[in-house]
């Protein structure tokens, strides 16, 4: 099968990574030809539009449906940008493709709620590459907090830093370097990079993933971070968001306050086990090759023509 990737993206993007760049490498090692573009190529059974906000591409495909009336062309919309300044841009798109990919079921009924539009769940693989690590957790006074992500999320961690109480923080994140004072709280920002990630996962004690509640654009955020921090062998603390709650039984979802709270009343053994658990479910659930694989049956579906 020949597959094209239409997108200005690059590995600077984690959303690149998930959604085509380890997709792309586990489909080439299945034997399909995989073409990574910002313009479509030539006579392709499948064309996929990632998320980034190019003006012509509702006109690129378009035009590649009129070209090639027999290719699917797909969209992969993991964010939440129905309504506005990128709504028009959405809504185009959503309508001229022919299937929608997704990364949630949060993001799924969204789109059958507000578009009226059927969408093909397809979840994040894991990304930050470590040697596999023990699971660790040992009780102490005064905790290593890790969190890392997007900028984009940096205000749903300040929300809660009142609820971190003692412990140390480290924050991993884009253009950021230094000790900053937040309400009475040093932190440490260290700059982004996924080699970094894991390093700082390393020497955590406790990773913190908190998200508002109260905005369907995170409300429909994946478990990407969540499935990294557990294989990592550290135990996590992270808000009820839908995506997270399939990994309840490895990690405390709930409030973070009430998370380090909870861990006190529980034995080293306990967090241990739950993390070991979730290692090995995460291993037969998130793997590059069972995504890409779930990539594979969806593009080779009764409309392909391959």
Known sequence: MRINYVT?????????????????????????????????????????????LRKEDPFILK????RHP???TIFICCDYHLDGKFSDHYHKMITYCDHLVVCT?????????????????????????FNENLSKFKKKDIYNLLWFGSRTNLNSLFQIIPDLKNNNLTVVTEHE???????????????????RVGTELDLCDIVIIPQSLDSK????????????????????IASPIPAYLE???????GEIGAGLDWIEFQKESTITNMIDNGKEYINNRFSPLIIGKKWEQFLLGPSSGY
């Not at 990574?17 to 299945?30: G, N």
């Not at 990994?247 to 979802?253: H, N, P, Q, R, T």
């Open 70 to 72: 027999n290719s699917k």
């Open 105 to 129: 079921s949060e993001m799924s009924r969204i789109l059958l709620e507000e578009c009226n539009k059927e969408s093909t769940i397809i979840e994040d693989p894991w990304e930050v590459k």
């Open 177 to 195: 370097s230094g000790v900053f004072k937040i309400k009475d709280k040093n932190i440490n920002f260290i700059n982004h990079s996924q080699s």
């Open 247 to 253: 990994l309840k039984d490895f990690a405390f979802i």
């Open 63 to 66: 035009e590649i449906k009129s």
């Open 217 to 236: 654009s995170k409300l429909v955020k994946t478990h990407n971070r969540l499935v990294d921090t557990i294989r990592s062998g550290r135990f996590t």
């Open 8 to 52: 200005v993206a690059n590995d600077k993007l984690a959303s690149f990574r998930y959604h085509i760049k380890t997709p792309a490498i586990e489909l080439y090692k299945l034997g399909h030809k995989v073409f990574i573009s910002s313009k479509p190529v030539v006579d392709c059974d499948a064309y996929i539009f990632h998320k980034h």
